[in-house]
């Protein structure tokens, strides 16, 4: 699953970067009832995803990049 920004032009939703997708991919999109409500959103999906980043980042190939 990916998290992808997107806006709404007044016309279409337009994606915040280029994706890849096969023609008929189901797809869900969550619209924010405010831009506060969407400010949580992201930093809930960050938060989620920390994990994940912890492990990806807490390794010992990464480990030259601890030090300045």
Known sequence: MKHIAAHYDGEKVVLG?????????????????????????????FLASLPTLQKVWDNPGDAAYDNP
């Open 17 to 45: 970067e280029p994706v890849r997708l096969k023609a008929n991919t189901p797809l869900e999109v969550v619209v924010p009832d405010s831009e506060e409500e969407g400010n949580l959103l992201g930093k809930g999906l």
